[in-house]
């Protein structure tokens, strides 16, 4: 059971550069979010959705793009990549039908701005 | 919005003693949820224990317990019998229910010495 896989582990782009983090989730999970981490800021939520075709701002969504097309995909696109942009990328999924309330995590992308 | 507050950015503690971890929440809303998430140097995100608002009995699981005080707005994490293998950044979490957006403290980093 993989759950929800991340690529790439690790990137190094140049400022200006593009480039597309992948996720996906075999759990069949409806709900699917993109977070960043920051050293002394926890994690910050970027973009999420709740099922194919609908997606949301979250709380720092401003450089990223997102679309959901299946349930299982839910990439997170750069357009123009900028150093403030240095960060760790985590996705999370989560049933929304259940009541837990659980997130489930990839392993991150660590993702360098030059 | 809802804020999460993690006062403590480092702690440590000797092995086979206890350590209490300190998050307070801001939050208007009554039905709600609480969560401990555990990362290790591995990066991994690990659902520590998770906590519904409208139970007032503390969650446990194993050497990890909860002290819950809604009208403080605190979430407390108390490791028993502490382990090196608990050494981690540990991230205090909260979201209304029926929610899209978890937030998160900014994390405290524990370290068990031998």
């Known amino acids: 059971n993989a759950g929800v896989t991340q690529t790439p582990k690790f990137q190094v782009l140049k400022t200006g550069q593009s480039m597309t983090l992948q996720c996906a989730q075999d759990m069949n999970h409806e709900y699917m979010s993109w977070y960043r981490q920051d050293p002394g800021m926890g994690l910050r939520l970027i973009h999420y959705?709740?099922?194919?075709?609908?997606?949301d701002q979250g709380e720092v969504p401003n450089g990223y793009n997102v679309s959901r097309s299946t349930t299982e995909d839910f990439p997170l696109r750069l357009l123009s990549a900028a150093p403030s942009q240095t960060s760790v990328y985590f996705c999370?999924?989560?049933?929304?039908?259940?009541?837990?309330?659980?997130?489930?995590f990839g392993e991150g992308s660590r993702l360098t701005v030059l | 919005a809802q804020t999460v507050t993690q006062s403590q950015p480092e702690m440590s503690v000797q092995e086979a003693e206890t350590v209490t971890l300190s998050c307070t929440y801001d939050?208007?809303?009554?039905?709600?949820?609480l969560f401990w998430y555990k990362q290790p140097p591995s990066r991994q995100m690990i659902l520590v224990i998770r906590q519904e608002a409208y139970k007032q009995q503390n969650a446990t699981e194993n050497r990890f317990s909860v002290n819950f005080q809604k009208a403080a707005k605190s979430f407390s994490l108390k490791i028993s019998d502490s382990q090196l293998g608990d050494t981690a950044m540990y991230f205090c979490a909260f979201m209304k229910h029926n929610n899209n957006d978890m937030r998160f403290g900014a994390g405290t980093r524990l370290t068990v010495k031998p």
């Open positions: 939050t208007s809303e009554n039905n709600y949820y």
């Open positions: 959705s709740v099922g194919a075709g609908i997606t």
């Open positions: 999370a999924s989560r049933d929304r039908g259940g009541v837990t309330g659980e997130l489930f």
